[in-house]
Nanobody
Framework: QVQLVESGGGSVQAGGSLRLSCEVS?????MGWFRQAPGKEREGVAA????????YYGDSVKGRFTISRDNAKNMLYLQMNSLKSEDTAMYYC?????WGYGGVCRPVPREYAYWGQGTQVTVSS
């Protein structure tokens, strides 16, 4: 069983930065960050192989967001820079336990079985 607890959300002005954290308990294969704005589908933001190294980003955040993992601390992070109003959403971390889907860690919601409760990010213009 895996438990995930996000933190670090808040309100920031456009152009600012935030770092989200996710405390992870249990062994995982892939970890990801996702977001969902009101009235919209859940969107994949970034994913990382739990062994480190391989990362994958959604087109809308490439060059602005960075996903990372500190396995010694059992933590997952999302550094968000140059924030825009369209980044406003509830952000979730999620975990996948298996090698499946070709062994690639992509931020595709249906590929993840374990989810945190979410942390709100609001960006004002």
């Amino acid at each position: 069983q895996v438990q995930l607890v996000e933190s670090g959300g808040g309100s920031v002005q456009a152009g600012g930065s935030l770092r989200l954290s996710c405390e992870v308990s249990g062994n995982t294969y892939c970890m990801g960050w996702f977001r969902q704005a009101p009235g919209k589908e859940r969107e994949g933001v970034a994913a990382i192989y739990s062994g480190g190294g391989s990362t994958y980003y959604g087109d809308s955040v490439k060059g602005r967001f960075t996903i990372s993992r500190d396995n010694a601390k059992n933590m997952l992070y999302l550094q968000m820079n140059s924030l825009k109003s369209e980044d406003t959403a509830m952000y979730y971390c999620a975990a996948r336990l298996s090698w499946g889907y070709g062994g690639v860690c992509r931020p595709v919601p249906r590929e993840y079985a374990y989810w945190g409760q979410g942390t709100q990010v609001t960006v004002s213009s």
